[in-house]
Structures are given as structure tokens and as C-alpha cells.
């Protein structure tokens, strides 16, 4: 275990570097805070240096002996420098470095979801930890979605960044044309659409998810195989993209 006491210790700027994406895109890391997201992280041999707050390194010592054992950097830092390498408000003294995984050239299975410029990191995080825990098999990321690496996503995922087979693209139109012409159903979420219940498919479909101030972009919409929509029965006109996407997963999800 390394100890360091400096905030200008190169390690710490570079640590302080992946709070911005470019820096996440030159280096291929990311930091996941938290016990949680690192004890995952630990657990499916991802994780590459280690950091640990001095006073705290008796609560992590298991973690510790674990990232040492993996051949990982272990760096027990000042509080203050935890506070500067973390986002959040009040870290939980441990994170950690995790390299970003290609993601897959293409994605199938039976259901997958996808993101159309949705923009709220907290939106793209439950979306993604929701099509985990229904079982999705993978998601789609277009451009203008916030990025998955920030720290406010990563914590909305809740470890499931590490689970759900993740493909950015630039083209999201093209990519789900190409889905359609390999059997899948793509459904654009829309105001006005047909009723969700009565349509959905439950086999080989592509759930879209829109932004939230402009929804599905035209370009998706015309890619589209089925236009559909929650049925608002009281007084409001829409959801919060994440509820909407919840509810809509789940029943695509169920089976009989």
C-alpha cells in the first residue's frame, strides 16, 4: 500500500483527471466510488488502483487484501484528497480506477433497450439498472446521452454498468434499421402513440427511449416498427423518462 499525503501528487492529479470525459476517453479509465460499486468492481477482477482513506483503511481491509492479491495499486490517501478525487458529497473513503471495456460490435438477444439523446445522468443510470434487473440483454446508447462514465450514472447503475452489454454509437438510426432487418420490432415511445399494453411485443424487440425534452428524434421515429404509448388515464400529460422506461421494460419482460 502506498501512502500519499500531497493533493499535487501526480497520481492525484491524474485520479482528479477522470471526474472529465475526455480525460475518461484518452485513458480508457473510469473511478467508481462507493463500497458497492467497488466491492463489484473487486469481485469481477476489474478494478486497477485502489484508493483508500487514511482512518478508514481498518473498515476497507478486506477490500484492500483483495485489490493486492489481484495484482492491483493500492493508494491510502489524506480525506482530503478522497474528497477531491470523488464526486460525491460525502464518499464512503474507498474508489477505485476501472478500465472501460469495448463494447460489443453488435447486440442480440431478446430484448434490448435504447437511448436516444436522454441526457440526465440519473435517467441513464435507472434505465440501465432497470433493464438489469428485468433482464434485458443489452442497451443502446445514442449521441447526446449522457455519458456513462460520469459519476452521477455510475451511481444510478448501481453495479449494473458492469452487467448490461453497453454499444455507443453516432448512428442509432442505422443501427436499429440493421436490427430490424434481423427480426427485431423497434418500438419509438411517443405522445399520440398506439396504447403500450394492447401492442407491445414481449420477443426480438428494441424499446427507445427518448430525451427528455424532445423525445424520439425523427430519424428513430422513421426507423421505427411500432409507435407507442403509456395511456395517461389522469391529469398528467407525461413521465419522467426513467419511470416511463421502468414500466414499459417490465411489461416487455413478462412472459404469458
Known amino acids: 500500500m502506498k501512502e500519499i499525503t500531497s493533493a499535487h501528487n501526480p497520481a492525484v492529479l491524474a485520479l482528479r483527471e477522470l471526474q472529465r470525459p475526455r480525460a475518461r476517453r484518452e485513458s480508457g479509465l473510469f473511478i467508481v466510488e462507493g463500497v458497492k460499486m467497488v466491492r463489484e468492481a473487486l469481485a469481477l477482477s476489474l478494478c486497477r488502483t485502489l484508493i483508500v482513506e487514511a482512518g478508514r483503511d481498518a473498515e476497507h481491509d478486506l477490500m484492500a487484501r483483495q485489490a493486492e492479491d489481484a495484482g492491483c495499486e493500492v493508494l491510502l490517501v489524506t480525506p482530503a484528497i478522497m474528497q477531491a478525487v470523488c464526486e460525491a458529497r460525502t464518499p464512503q473513503g474507498i474508489a477505485c480506477t476501472v478500465a472501460i471495456r469495448p463494447g460489443p460490435e453488435t447486440l442480440d438477444g431478446r430484448l434490448i433497450v435504447a437511448l436516444d439523446g436522454v441526457q440526465d445522468p440519473g435517467n441513464v443510470g435507472t434505465i440501465l439498472r432497470t433493464a438489469d434487473a428485468a433482464g ?105 423518462a426513467a419511470v416511463a422506461a421502468g414500466i414499459m421494460i417490465y411489461e416487455m419482460a413478462r412472459e404469458g
Open 136 to 240: 434485458f440483454d443489452g442497451a443502446l446508447l445514442g449521441s447526446g446521452c449522457a455519458d456513462l462514465y460520469g459519476a452521477k450514472t455510475l451511481r444510478s447503475t448501481m453495479g449494473s454498468v458492469f452487467r448490461v452489454p453497453v454499444r455507443r454509437t453516432d448512428a442509432l438510426a442505422r443501427e436499429l434499421e440493421r436490427m430490424k432487418a434481423c427480426g427485431y420490432a423497434v418500438i419509438a415511445t411517443e405522445l399520440g402513440g398506439e396504447d403500450f399494453y394492447a401492442n407491445c411485443p414481449h420477443e426480438r424487440a428494441v424499446l427507445v427511449i427518448g430525451s427528455e425534452g424532445h423525445g424520439v428524434s425523427r430519424e428513430v421515429r422513421a426507423a421505427a416498427t411500432h409507435h407507442l404509448a403509456l395511456p395517461m388515464r389522469g391529469g398528467a400529460e407525461s413521465l419522467n
